[in-house]
């Protein structure tokens, strides 16, 4: 069972467009991290939240916390080509440190 | 400052063989955690090493194994090879020991085929 449900796995969308990726667990977090990853390439973080509520963004991109800190989603408003990219939710769980568990990833291709 | 690092970028094994992965952490972390990516999957992870001892393990056989050097980079050894070991292989690393905060940093990865 996948501690970290994240959806969609897959979205496929025009440039312009707006999209919201999901990211749910029944697990409390300590903090959540979001990562994009291009083919062959490690993640590379995003953004970490780490108050229930709280809103980060990250100039197109707007990433929320949820206020019991078990759910996280990642917002872009006019989506580029260049936002092309598998993304990636992964949580800290509050008794294991720093291990990170991660979601099974949502790839967006943005068509121009 | 220099990024985390990993050698080599590709490794083709055959099934039983022995492979051993290498990880540079970024300068001023003494973290190392290593993780296991299946393709079109989520990182799982297989363990982290702090000051040279395993700090925590995810679910993972005996045979993955590992080492951390007093510079504080890192080794996976992986024994007696299977085809579902093919996969990407990841390094993190971050520092303060692994606490919940702190940012982890990965490396491009070494991509493990198994035949």
């Known amino acids: 069972t996948q501690l970290l449900e994240q959806s969609p796995q897959f979205l496929s969308i025009q440039e312009g467009e707006n999209l919201t990726v999901y990211c749910n667990s029944s697990?409390?977090?300590?903090?959540l991290q979001w990562y994009r990853q291009e083919p062959g390439e490690g993640p590379v973080l995003l953004v970490t939240?780490?108050?229930?509520?709280e809103v980060k963004k990250l100039k197109r991109l707007t990433f929320q916390f949820g206020d019991a800190r078990k759910d996280s989603s990642l917002h872009i408003t006019a989506a580029q080509p260049g936002d092309t990219g598998l993304y990636l939710c992964?949580?800290?769980?509050?008794?294991?440190?720093?291990?990170?568990?991660f979601g099974e990833g949502t790839q967006l291709t943005v068509n121009p | 400052e220099t990024g985390v690092t990993q050698s080599p970028t590709h490794l083709i094994k055959t099934r039983g063989q022995q492979v051993t992965l290498r990880c540079s952490s970024q300068?001023?972390?003494?973290?190392v955690s290593w993780y296991q990516q299946a393709l079109g999957q989520g990182p799982q992870f297989i363990f982290q090493?702090?000051?040279?001892?395993?700090?925590g393990r995810g679910n993972f056989p005996p045979r993955f194994s590992g080492l951390q050097f007093p510079n504080y980079s890192s080794e996976l050894n992986v024994n007696a090879l299977e085809l579902d070991d093919s996969a990407l292989y990841l390094c993190?690393?971050?520092?303060?020991?692994?606490?919940?905060?702190?940012?982890?940093?990965f490396g491009p990865g070494t991509r493990l085929t198994v035949l």
């Open positions: 993190a690393s971050t520092r303060g020991g692994g606490r919940a905060w702190n940012e982890q940093f």
């Open positions: 697990s409390v977090f300590s903090s």
């Open positions: 939240v780490v108050t229930g509520g």
């Open positions: 992964a949580g800290v769980e509050e008794t294991s440190g720093s291990r990170l568990t």
């Open positions: 300068s001023g972390h003494n973290t």
């Open positions: 090493y702090y000051r040279e001892e395993e700090n």
